[in-house]
């Protein structure tokens, strides 16, 4: 089969594209052929060998996938044949992917395969953070750092999902369109966006910060919360990790959340199972991923590139046989 490896951490340029012997599926299984593949940040920092979770080289790296069962154990209740969707532990970027029953979901007629493959990671983490973390109330106004990557957009079209007021930063006005597109109601560009975030909400503040960039804009996210408002920490595509001063929330009463599905699985495993559930009755209630862009396997390298320089726009996604 196929596969992208990353043969060294020298980020996008130690991953490489190889063919290795197909998997095989155990009795408890789910084996499947992998029509598309979801690109996400973690991707990256395992190839940069940031990532906390790091397999011994090489390795095939991808948490989510989207395709056709092969082969499924009789009590998980697929079917060979039937369309798919999966979160997985590792090993997405390959024709070939096999994933432990409780991860796999049929996937809707309506969702492409490409749509599929950008729910596993990314819409998994939005549905936690605001609905588990962040306990988001339908009418809070939240507001969404880097809303026009993967995260970003999924974090938006999940709040409004929720019936929140989104209000979306981005860094440039050409990522604008995107942000919109994934539902924001209001759009601010550029780094001047406290100020338009406390007029936007009448001086108030935001009942709620999705905060995946870190650095320099976690300060600014506490400093643009309401009142018993909560930021949530998800990730630092800045590259950087803030340092905050905790008078801070204390001072302004504002709570400041870590978001981290993976590492509460380990603990608490019902959590994946939950909210794949809760993601599922959103889907079907009308919630829709917005891919920007696809690539094809072999093409893996400049995915990840594109993310590394945060140049882009919704979900990138690899294309599979």
């Given at each position: 089969m196929q596969v992208l490896e990353i043969r060294s951490l020298d980020g996008p340029d130690g991953v490489v594209a190889a063919?290795?012997?197909?998997?095989?599926?155990?009795?408890?299984?789910v084996l499947i052929e992998v029509r598309a593949a979801g690109v996400s940040f973690p991707d990256l920092l395992q190839a940069q060998g940031r990532y906390q979770h790091r397999p011994e080289l090489p390795f095939v790296a991808g948490g989510e996938v989207a395709g056709i069962v092969r082969t499924a154990p009789a009590a998980s209740g697929l079917q060979p044949g039937e369309r798919v969707w999966a979160s997985t532990d590792g090993g997405g970027f390959a024709e070939l992917a096999v994933v432990a029953p409780h991860r796999v979901r049929r996937l809707p007629n309506h969702l492409s395969f490409e749509q599929g493959a950008a729910l596993g990671v990314n819409f998994l983490t939005a549905v936690f953070a605001?609905?588990?973390?962040?306990?988001?109330v339908p009418g809070e106004t939240v507001v969404v750092l880097g809303a026009a990557g993967g995260l970003g957009t999924a974090t938006v079209a999940v709040a409004k999902a929720y019936g929140a007021r989104a209000i979306a930063v981005v860094s440039t006005a050409a990522k604008a369109p995107t942000a919109t597109a994934a539902g924001a109601d209001v759009v601010l560009v550029g780094d001047a966006w406290r100020d338009a975030v406390l007029a936007e909400t009448g001086g108030h503040g935001a009942d709620l910060v999705a905060d995946v960039v870190g650095g320099d804009a976690t300060l600014e996210a506490v400093r643009s919360a309401a009142p018993e408002g909560r930021v949530l920490v998800l990730g630092f595509t800045s590259g950087a990790i803030s340092s905050i001063a905790v008078n801070r929330l204390l001072l302004r009463n504002v709570s400041l959340v870590?978001?981290?599905l993976g590492a509460f699985v380990a603990v608490q495993p019902s959590a994946m199972v939950e909210t794949i559930a809760e993601l599922m009755r959103l889907v079907d209630g009308g919630l829709r991923p917005l891919v920007g862009a696809t690539f094809r396997l072999a093409e893996g390298a400049d995915a990840l590139r594109a993310l590394?320089?945060?140049?882009?726009l919704g979900k990138l996604v690899l294309t599979v046989g």
């Open positions: 063919q290795r012997p197909d998997v095989v599926a155990s009795g408890e299984e605001l609905r588990g973390r962040g306990r988001l870590g978001v981290g590394g320089g945060r140049t882009a």
